[in-house]
């Protein structure tokens, strides 16, 4: 008897401290853990040429005289008169070739809205003046060609642009990302049209980037994004026509201090 009145009792005694004490707070679930998925992450395929927005264009630049601006010339780096391709990345394909001449490198565009570079494999600059002619024989309208400069892979490049109705521009592509520092101005001095030949020059030092069009200067622009890399030349077709476009006689020149 003793001992069943103690167990009543103690039983007792816990239901007293029970009902006294905090009311109990139930764990929560574990929740599920996804599986990994079994699908790779996707990787960001380099866009050669970006598109860009195209702004209105501006009025036609002022041509101004370039004693000003083609300054601190130095020692010729090296000259290529495109006798021998090497240097140059050559290619058949069905948007188009790129071949040597006779002392030219052509880039012909069989396919609609395509594009064409070549890049030259060797030196890398820093800064330099170079100066190379241009000479579309198949253009018309918005199609495009000049000089890729600055140039480290297909993502990151500078991009001396000018077009068959007489434009200029800029453009800077930066991992795959481009942006255009001078958009499309007209200028009095690219001749609108094909056949036609223009002399298209670039003077880079540091941030600072001077363009020029046939000895006139167009324009400046300071960026600090690519400070060094290759030479490329390109032609890109905005329709459904044709694009032919030559280039001959690249001068590279050192920018003294």
């Not at 109990?24 to 380099?46: K, N």
């Not at 501006?58 to 020692?75: H, I, M, R, S, W």
């Not at 490329?232 to 077709?237: C, H, I, N």
Request: glycine share 8%.
């Amino acid at each position: 008897m003793r001992v069943v009145f103690s167990l009543l009792g103690l039983g007792a005694l816990a239901l007293a401290l029970g009902a006294c004490g905090p009311a109990s707070t139930p764990l929560p679930l574990p929740a599920d853990t996804p599986l990994p998925s079994e699908t790779p992450t996707p990787t960001t395929t380099p866009v050669w040429f970006p598109p860009t927005a195209t702004p209105t264009p501006f009025p036609t630049a002022e041509v101004k005289p370039t004693e000003n601006y083609q300054t601190d010339l130095g020692e010729v780096i090296f000259r290529d008169d495109f006798s021998k391709g090497e240097n140059w990345q050559l290619s058949r394909t069905d948007a188009g070739n790129v071949a040597l001449g006779k002392k030219e490198l052509t880039l012909a565009i069989h396919e609609p809205q395509g594009y064409l570079y070549t890049v030259r494999n060797q030196p890398v600059l820093s800064d330099f003046y170079a100066e190379i002619t241009a000479s579309p024989t198949l253009c018309r309208e918005g199609d495009e060609y000049g000089m890729l400069f600055r140039l480290n892979s297909s993502s990151d490049f500078y991009r001396f642009s000018l077009s068959c109705d007489g434009r200029v521009r800029v453009d800077r592509v930066v991992g795959g990302a481009a942006s255009s520092p001078q958009p499309w101005i007209y200028s009095g001095v690219v001749p609108p049209g094909a056949p036609s030949t223009s002399r298209l020059a670039v003077w880079a030092k540091g941030e600072e980037m001077r363009f020029f069009v046939n000895d006139y200067y167009q324009f400046s622009i300071d960026d600090p994004m690519l400070p060094s890399g290759t030479l490329g030349m390109f032609a890109r077709s905005a329709g459904e026509m044709v694009v032919t476009v030559s280039f001959t006689d690249l001068v590279v020149r050192e920018i003294e201090e």
